[in-house]
DNA sequence: GAAGTGACGACTT
DNA sequence: AAAGTCGCCACTT
């Protein structure tokens, strides 16, 4: 279950932590999954602070596949080598077969509320 | 202290 | 359908 006394921030790491290795989500995603679903944007922007923390932000891109945060990244394609070592396929900063290795936090987290 | 910016995304026109 | 606008809110200048 997500902590609720964690900031946004934390919450967004809480959620990151456990995408597992092999897939990928959206910053909306998360968003949504913390009941904030206009505040993608600060999704993102936490990913900047998640720099030296036990979080994949490689596996975090926009809700198209799209690399937006690659720029990001410690030399020119650090986030296209991590992806593309977990398996996956980028062309022109694109996931490829994106819908396929999407994990929707929502729908693939189980929260364990009292059921 | 106010204004601008941003790893996005949904709404409006 | 495509392009523009707004929201979200912490951080920077």
Redesign the pocket.
């Known amino acids: 279950m997500l902590p609720e006394t964690l900031s ?2 934390e919450k967004v790491y809480w959620v990151a932590r456990k995408i597992p290795y092999g897939r990928v989500t ?4 998360i ?1 949504r999954y913390l009941g ?13 602070g ?2 030296g923390k036990d979080v994949p ?2 596996r ?1 891109v ?3 596949g799209l690399l ?6 410690e030399g020119t394609n650090l ?1 296209q080598q991590l992806l593309e070592s977990e398996g996956h396929k980028v062309v022109d900063n694109q996931l490829q077969d994106f819908d396929e290795i999407f994990w929707d936090p929502l729908t693939e987290l189980p929260d364990n509320s009292g059921a």
């Open positions: 946004f921030f959206s910053y909306g995603a968003a904030a679903p206009r505040s993608a944007r600060m999704v993102g922007y936490a990913m900047n998640a720099s932000a490689h975090v926009n809700r198209r937006t945060g690659k720029h990001h990244f986030m």
